[in-house]
């Protein structure tokens, strides 16, 4: 990739993450228009949802992999494709049995672009520009999650539910003429040993993830859960005695790549707490209109939009360590704001809360993408981008899990002792576990900040291991 290039290559992976999480936030608000629409049930509309993020899950790190074979560039123009073509068979899909077929090819595609476009970008940017770079990725994460709810409304009001998949067709043909002009394959040097194509593991590790998923699913029997467990150590097992496995063993020598994934799945499932329950609590304790439910839900990525850039700058300047400690110490603070909502609107206190969220997530997410990105050889960029991709896409589930297991057992509880609010005291345990979670991640941030100063290079996080 010619260092000319990287603006140009860095606004085509910012139009693919715009595209993909402007429609994630788009969908949430169409679940009921497309249920209403095919004559289903809410929990069968579900799985229009569910399906997208299992394929994603399942195969992130094989076109991570795929990538360092083919060139990252390749994989994320294809992907680019896929998910366009996707999206205009969603539009078309007459039943919700080819709603959801339709929708696991777009997700194929959108895990192409999300295993590759970190990589693309880290090794598109010099060290010193890295941080500023995967800031700027943050922020449009932030923008297209803030649109999608206002957005997807509108679109929904004067067009139904097919407009929400046929809006990312006329952007995704824009997108794959400028990557195909302006983002120049590189060409791959990598050991064809080192890169083959771990087909067992693969399957295994999809087998496991699906697994694992649709076990975390109150809807779903637990047999999943536990088979998916035992699953676990037999991929191992099968991965020790590959030559070229699937999971690259040896970046788990580098402290940064371990650290960094490790409090980024802490990250993720603590947010996960507040993303998933409190629009229950907007719409169903106080309640508010879905129009105000969304409202209040664009907060925290309109904060991530403003402050991840200036994280990112930041952390070019002063290392990573402080930034994702000071992010933890702010969740943690939200989740307090947010364990002291009461039956009555409080409008700034529950300002404050999502704006705290949306500041130590933004504070958050570049630094430590930036630090484990510098701490692996360029040539592993595509298998890190798609870790990181699925340690986040595991770490969703995990927490939308969490936060139903512990509402619904609180919940149970309150209600057999005649509670007068069960539903308030459940949320409000959940946030406050939350808050023990964040403040776990401090802890971890913090004491190992000797290691996390600055991001390492791959010899020097080889040789601190």
């Known amino acids: 990739m010619q260092l000319a290039n990287k603006w140009k290559t860095l606004i ?17 608000i169409a679940n009921p228009s497309i249920a209403e629409a095919l ?15 299992l394929v994603i899950t399942a195969t992130l790190l094989m076109f991570g992999r795929l990538g360092d074979r083919m060139g990252m560039e390749k ?32 997700a194929v595609g959108a895990s192409m672009m999300m295993a590759t476009g970190i ?4 090794n598109s940017f010099p060290d010193n520009e890295r941080g500023k770079a995967l800031g700027i990725t943050g922020s449009v994460v932030g923008i297209g999650n803030m649109a999608g709810p206002s957005l997807g409304g509108l ?34 040097s990598f050991d064809s040993e080192r890169h083959k194509f771990d087909a067992p593991g693969t399957l295994l590790l999809a087998a496991t993830s699906i697994l694992l998923v649709m076990g975390l699913s109150p809807d779903l029997n637990n047999t999943w859960l536990i088979i998916g467990l035992l699953l676990i150590p037999l991929f191992v097992v099968v991965e020790k005695r590959r030559t070229a496995p699937l999971i690259n063993f040896d970046l788990f020598k580098i402290k940064a790549f371990v650290y960094g994934n490790i409090l980024g799945a802490i990250s993720y499932v603590s947010h996960m707490l507040i993303y998933f329950l409190f629009p229950f609590y907007l719409q169903n304790v106080l309640p508010l209109s879905p129009a105000q ?23 070019d300047r002063w290392g990573p360590s402080r930034l994702t400690s000071a992010s933890f110490l702010i969740m943690a603070l939200a989740h307090l704001t947010l364990s002291t ?13 999502l704006m705290l969220l949306g500041l130590g997530l933004g504070t958050f997410g570049s630094p430590n993408s930036s630090y484990i990105m510098g701490s692996i050889p360029p040539d592993q960029a ?28 609180v919940l149970q509880t309150n209600v057999a002792i005649s509670s007068v609010s069960p539903s308030l005291i459940a949320i409000q345990t959940v946030y406050r576990i939350g808050a023990i979670l964040c403040l776990a991640g401090l802890l971890l941030s913090y004491t190992t900040h000797a290691s996390r100063q600055s991001p390492d290079t791959y010899g020097a996080s080889e040789d601190q291991a």
Do not use: H, K
């Open 75 to 106: 994989i994320y123009t294809s992907g680019f494709v896929v998910f366009t073509l996707g999206s205009l068979f969603c539009s078309l899909a007459p039943s919700l049995l080819l709603l959801v077929a339709f929708r696991m090819v777009q």
């Open 12 to 28: 085509i992976v910012c139009l693919g993450i715009f595209m993909s999480t402007l429609d994630g936030g788009i969908l949430n």
């Open 155 to 188: 679109l929904i009001e004067y067009f139904g539910w097919p407009s929400i998949f046929l809006i990312n067709v006329p952007v995704g043909i824009i997108a794959v003429i400028l990557a195909y002009r302006f983002m120049i394959p590189a060409v791959p």
């Open 341 to 353: 909502v009461t039956l009555s609107l409080d409008s700034v206190r529950i300002f404050v809360g």
């Open 119 to 122: 990589g693309i970008v880290s």
């Open 293 to 315: 439910v969304g409202l209040y839900m664009t907060i925290p990525p309109l904060i991530m939009a403003v402050t991840a850039p200036i994280a990112g700058n930041l952390s």
């Open 382 to 409: 595509g298998y890190a981008g798609g870790f990181i991709a699925t340690v986040r896409n595991l770490s969703y589930s995990l927490g939308t899990a969490l936060s139903v297991a512990i509402y619904a057992t």
């Open 39 to 53: 004559s289903i049930s809410l929990s069968a509309v579900q799985w229009v949802t569910n399906a997208y993020m």
